[in-house]
């Protein structure tokens, strides 16, 4: 679960899991379900499938490079708005390509490409800022494109990485 704010203006908040997510911004409040074509889940509008995108994200980090889908490094390549060349990663998955971008210096993930289709533009998110949330160095700035437009800028004030999941039982020695 993430909260922030809007560059714009007003509040945001995203709910994601393995199977669903749900984003509320100030425009409105736009949800996915990743069962079926996912494809079709191009939620929000406008964004170009920004919910499938951090799904694809998600699903990174949760199945590693092994049980992604296809994946391999396709080298260095210009990303953001500076053109700075960063490594990249590519992932299939769904039928759908995703790219990763990683900053050499830090390793962090500072981009992430979704082409739902190969004659679509693809959603975009440059991540910048980055702090230390629950332990983890995580990006604190998103910013959304699709089709050479801004969709929306958000600032990430509180991210909760285990929000949903069932707490591990104390540990306390007895039994």
Known sequence: KLVGKVETGGAFELITSADRAELTLPTGHSGAIYTGDLSDQLSPPRSGGLLLAINAWQRFIDKGLRRFGEV?????????ADNRVEDCLVG????????FFFADETGDLTGIELFTADDVDPC????SDFKEF???????R?????AEAPFAELVVETWNVNAGKPSAAPQDGAN
Request: aromatic letters at 18%; charged letters at 25%.
């Open 72 to 80: 391999y490094y396709l080298g260095k390549l210009p990303h953001g």
């Open 92 to 99: 299939y998955f769904e039928g759908m390509e995703t790219r």
């Open 124 to 127: 975009e998110i440059s991540f």
């Open 134 to 140: 629950e332990g983890r160095r995580l990006p604190q």
């Open 142 to 146: 998103w910013l959304i494109r699709h």
